[in-house]
Nanobody, 118 residues
Framework: QVQLVESGGGLVEPGGSLRLSCAASGMLFSFSIYSVGWYRQAPGKQRELVAAITSGGSTNYGDSVKGRFTISRANAKGTVYLQMNSLEPEDTAVYYC??????????WGQGTQVTVSS
């Protein structure tokens, strides 16, 4: 059974930084061949892409986080990271880790709360 465990969320002041981690286990295939990403959902809004990284290392970012957030992966550890800098109140949301291998494999973590407030 695939498990994705997120950590690193919390309360931070505007302009601050957080680093989220997502540790994956129980995959049928090696972690390295999955695409992994971070999504977020704020109250009353749809879930949206924050950042994603393919098995080959190509990255994709949501427009609102470009230049502030960086996604990376450590395949040997089965872990994906999201470094978030210059945080804004609008970044407040539950952040979810996603592990995907098309067409049939699509897994989600339980989410971690990020709150940006003074």
């Amino acid at each position: 059974q695939v498990q994705l465990v997120e950590s690193g969320g919390g309360l931070v002041e505007p302009g601050g930084s957080l680093r989220l981690s997502c540790a994956a286990s129980g995959m049928l295939f090696s972690f390295s061949i999955y695409s992994v990403g971070w999504y977020r959902q704020a109250p009353g809004k749809q879930r949206e892409l924050v950042a994603a990284i393919t098995s080959g290392g190509s990255t994709n970012y949501g427009d609102s986080v470009k230049g502030r957030f960086t996604i990376s992966r450590a395949n040997a550890k089965g872990t994906v990271y999201l470094q978030m800098n210059s945080l804004e109140p609008e970044d407040t949301a539950v952040y979810y880790c996603n592990l995907k291998k098309v067409p049939a494999y699509d897994y989600w973590g339980q989410g971690t709360q990020v709150t940006v407030s003074s």
